[in-house]
């Protein structure tokens, strides 16, 4: 059974910092395209960011140069690195999985920025 368990949310003044990790287990990690999302309250899901297997990273525009999304193999761990938070960062941020056609999905952990 694949699990993700995400953490390293909490509150957070604007301009702060968050950094946030999501620990796989269940499933050939390294393989996985690795995904976190976010939603806000009232807003569909938005993909943030993304890391291939070979280590490739795209970012959502609204998040470029301030966030950054890395992976560990070995720890089977993916990380977000949020830096220079605002206000509107604020939403519930799920970690994703995807190897083919299998795709999961974390519990989430919420980040709330306050101006």
């Known amino acids: 059974q694949v699990q993700l368990v995400e953490s390293g949310g909490g509150l957070v003044q604007a301009g702060g910092s968050l950094r946030l990790s999501c620990v796989g287990s269940g499933t050939t990690f390294s393989l996985n395209v690795m995904r976190w999302y976010r939603q806000a309250p009232g807003k569909e899901r938005e993909l943030v960011a993304s890391i291939g297997s070979g280590g490739a990273t795209n970012y959502a525009d609204s998040v470029k140069g301030r966030f950054t999304i890395s992976r560990d193999n070995g720890k089977n761990t993916v990380f977000l690195q949020m830096n220079s938070l605002k206000p509107e960062d604020t939403a519930v941020y799920y970690c994703?999985?995807?190897?083919?056609?299998?795709?999961?999905w974390g519990q989430g952990t919420q980040v709330t920025v306050s101006s």
């Open positions: 994703n999985a995807n190897r083919l056609f299998n795709v999961y």
